[in-house]
């Protein structure tokens, strides 16, 4: 399987099981609905699992374009390589947001704020204040990349298949300690791919696909992934 392709399918499942958990918990007349924040950091915890360990000895399972840039400035990826992985990140991101549709198709109707529906797809900010909302997604960010490549410093050694499982488990923290400013997007394709589809998509009610906030969950993410990169260097390297 070519790098491009185990990423595209790698970011679609992520969006399938992370975006899905957000539809569970939000979405009227699921069973899961209310479920709360917790479930909703596992679930995407382990939408990060499952995606790696299925595409992860195919490309390494960057699914994210920060950390793609992050890892290509660090010299752990070459930067040809880098176009090629995004542009199959944002589409398996759009896939999966798609596929997430159709899954809770009956569920659109029945729910009738569209800033939850939007949710599904894409992060809001829990207070729309520009800078801390894109400094929030900076320090994410900083802290997903720097750990990813910590891991991978000299003298770090893991089971075999075991630093996937710790990664998941990184996304919950991040997700629990971090997440309740903005929604932790940390990721541009996991918040930008969804989000066209939400605007496309035939979403009764939907809204606005706020267009207005989609540049901080992709602004915010890469520079915290150049910082990490930066630091990493300094330190670790």
Request: net charge neutral; glycine share 12%; proline share 5%.
């Amino acid at each position: 399987m070519s790098h491009f392709l185990a990423e595209l399918i790698g970011t679609m499942i992520l969006i399938i099981l992370g975006d899905g958990v957000v539809a569970g918990v939000v979405l009227n007349k699921s069973k899961a609905q209310n479920a709360g924040w917790v479930v909703i950091t596992f679930g995407w915890g382990l939408a990060v699992m499952v995606a790696a360990y299925c595409v992860g000895h195919y490309s390494g399972a960057y699914l994210n374009p920060a950390v793609t840039v992050g890892f290509a400035m660090a010299g752990k990826l070459p930067w040809a390589e880098v176009p090629s992985m995004i542009s199959a990140q944002m589409i398996g991101a759009f896939l999966g947001a798609v596929v997430v549709w159709l899954h809770y198709l009956p569920h659109w109707k029945e729910t009738d704020d569209p800033e939850a529906k939007l949710g599904v797809f894409s992060t809001i900010p829990a207070i729309r204040h520009t800078w801390s909302n894109l400094l929030s997604e900076m320090i994410g960010t900083f802290v997903l990349v720097l750990a990813l490549l910590a891991f991978g410093a000299k003298g770090v050694v893991f089971a075999d298949g075991l630093q996937t499982l710790v990664v998941a488990l990184l996304i919950v923290s991040i997700g629990m300690s971090l997440g309740g400013t903005t929604g932790y997007a940390i990721n541009p394709a996991r918040d930008l791919g969804p989000r066209i589809a939400h605007a496309l998509l035939p979403i009764p009610g939907k809204g606005s696909s706020d267009w207005g906030y989609a540049w901080i969950p992709v602004v915010g993410p890469l520079v915290g992934g150049v910082l990490a990169s930066w630091v990493y260097l300094q330190l670790f390297h």
